[in-house]
């Protein structure tokens, strides 16, 4: 994803493989979540899995998914994008006649400003039928109450949405915030944001957390949300810790119909009829 142009674009990835890519909870038994669910605990010797620590299904008990492996983009046939006010005027026709599956539109950030492309990225998407869904980039010198609050007075409540994302980044180039906070406060103010955001909207927020904020301060936080990773130079299970992730950025400089420029191009970490349950499970259709 992509913040206002005082952000530059970063990289990330390892060097390391790992036999298994699949959709599910790697490394489990070793992940202990302390009494609040929000920080790791001590370990214990006795067996953990993904139902008794609540994971199942990314905590959605009644949508149910395959165990999808994929190693590489191609291996995922299901892909969208997303768009800002940087990929100017777009041809959602085209973006839809060329194979994109979904798209999510940048809407807010902070608590003061919108996207200047959002309100029409929103009607021409869903006119053109591609499922879309809106995006919040986080401002981390603004309480997450205020946060929310902006986006829900932006972003019109509509049942055939997508989720809602946070887009939760460090910003060590902005003008006005490159405080890094604590992970108790962190973690804090994203669960007052996204917990305003599920009441309001009916669906849970979807988390996009790059590695780098991942790694300095959401390992074993929010369980409860499905997670949008970014790797643009490995697969994410070689890069995240003990997490397993719905969406995967796998590229900034992707080409779509309809788009001029590079475009932020997503793998869904499903199979094509995981695609159809899980886009009916949240649009409610």
Request: aromatic share 10%; net charge neutral.
């Amino acid at each position: 994803m992509m913040i206002e142009e005082t952000q530059a674009p970063r990289r990330l990835g390892g060097q390391s493989t790992g036999a298994n890519r699949r959709l599910g909870w790697k490394g489990l038994i070793a992940l202990c979540v302390g009494a609040a669910g929000l920080m790791l605990g001590g370990c214990q010797s006795s067996s953990l899995d993904a139902k008794s620590l609540g994971l199942t299904e990314l905590a959605y008990p009644h949508l149910e998914l395959g165990q999808f492996a994929g190693h590489k983009p191609s291996d995922f046939p299901v892909h969208g994008i997303d768009v800002s006010k940087y990929q100017g005027e777009i041809d959602w026709d085209a973006v839809r006649d060329g194979g994109i599956a979904f798209a999510y539109l940048k809407a807010t950030e902070g608590g003061d400003r919108l996207d200047e492309k959002f309100n029409d990225n929103w009607r021409a998407a869903k006119a053109a039928g591609v499922p879309r869904g809106a995006y919040h980039f986080w401002y981390h010198c603004r309480p997450g109450i205020e946060q929310a609050a902006w986006f829900i007075r932006n972003v019109p409540k509509d049942r055939s949405a997508l989720p809602p994302v946070i887009d939760v980044e460090w910003t060590p180039f902005s003008p006005t915030c490159t405080k890094r906070p604590a992970r108790e406060d962190l973690i804090r103010e994203v669960t007052a944001m996204a917990d305003k955001l599920e009441a309001h909207y009916g669906q849970r927020p979807i988390l996009y957390i790059p590695i780098d904020v991942h790694r300095d301060r959401m390992v074993g936080a929010f369980p409860r949300h499905e997670v949008w990773a970014r790797a643009v130079a490995d697969h994410p299970d070689n890069v995240y810790e003990n997490r397993a992730f719905r969406f995967w950025q796998y590229t900034e400089k992707g080409t779509v119909p309809g788009i001029s420029g590079g475009v932020d191009k997503n793998a869904f970490a499903g199979s094509r009829s995981d695609w159809a349950a899980w886009l009916k499970h949240h649009q409610g259709s």
